[in-house]
């Protein structure tokens, strides 16, 4: 069965850069689908922020595409997200995921450690 | 790009209740519409795919409709571990992206 993990930083200065990494276990990520992040500020809904395959084709949600990066590492079958210049609005549960393209939907999640962005 | 409007955003039932949430696409998505569930401090958990059909192991009381711009999705006899919060999610096959609605929160009347 497959499992997504999170890990990073849970208090990232404003400004700054926010890194997280998804370690996978049960699936090879060279296996297929796409692999992202969705976040999700306490309280509140949920927001697509990246996808990427393993060959490296990624893809982003147009409101974060100039700050956010995602890389895949296959060699320790993990994915990353980077965002750059965050501000308190950047406060939320980030979760990693496997996201299913033949029928467009989100099958596997993380736990979504909560990452605020405070001083 | 494509918005989402999800309706209503909390929804007071009973247990044994039958309850109907809808989602509505400002374009039309043919059948690209995943439902999930929330509880609270847990992450979203795959319902229905394709707008209707129903994932492995999530019961039949959990039925989802709908083609384009509109869908629903409808929760019969309503229990106890069905109160929680509901999302619906649009795929963009063409960029990829995707997209999901405010969430809909089943509440205790």
């Known amino acids: 069965q497959v499992h ?6 849970g208090l990232v200065r404003p400004s700054e850069t926010l890194s997280l990494t998804c370690s996978v276990s ?18 509140k809904g949920l927001e697509w922020i990246a996808a990427a395959y393993h060959t490296g084709n990624s893809y982003f949600n147009p409101s974060l595409q100039s700050r956010a990066t995602i890389s895949v590492d296959t060699s320790n079958n993990q994915f990353s997200l980077t965002l750059r210049s965050v501000t308190a609005a950047d406060t939320a549960l980030y979760y990693c995921a496997r996201l299913v ?9 993380g736990q979504g450690p909560l990452v605020t962005v405070s001083s | ?11 007071s ?8 949430i809808t ?5 039309n998505i043919r059948r690209w519409l995943a439902w999930y569930k929330q509880k609270p401090g847990k992450a979203p958990n795959l319902l229905i795919t394709k707008a209707s059909t129903l994932e492995a192991g999530v ?16 929760i019969s006899s309503l229990q106890p571990d069905d109160f929680a919060t509901y999302f ?7 960029s990829p992206m995707w997209i999901f609605g405010q969430g809909t929160k089943v509440e205790v009347k």
């Open chain 2, 13 to 20: 039932a009973s247990v044994g209740d039958t309850v109907t």
């Open chain 1, 26 to 43: 049960g699936y090879s990520i060279t296996d297929g689908y796409y692999w992202g992040w969705i976040r999700q500020p306490p309280g």
């Open chain 1, 101 to 109: 393209a033949v029928t467009g939907s989100i099958d596997t999640w």
């Open chain 2, 1 to 11: 790009d494509i918005q989402m409007t999800q309706s209503p955003s909390t929804l």
């Open chain 1, 4 to 9: 997504l993990q999170e890990s990073g930083p």
């Open chain 2, 59 to 74: 019961s039949s009381r959990f039925t989802g409709s709908g083609f384009g711009t509109e869908f629903t999705l409808t």
């Open chain 2, 88 to 94: 619906c999610q649009q795929y963009d096959s063409y």
């Open chain 2, 23 to 27: 989602c509505r696409a400002s374009e």
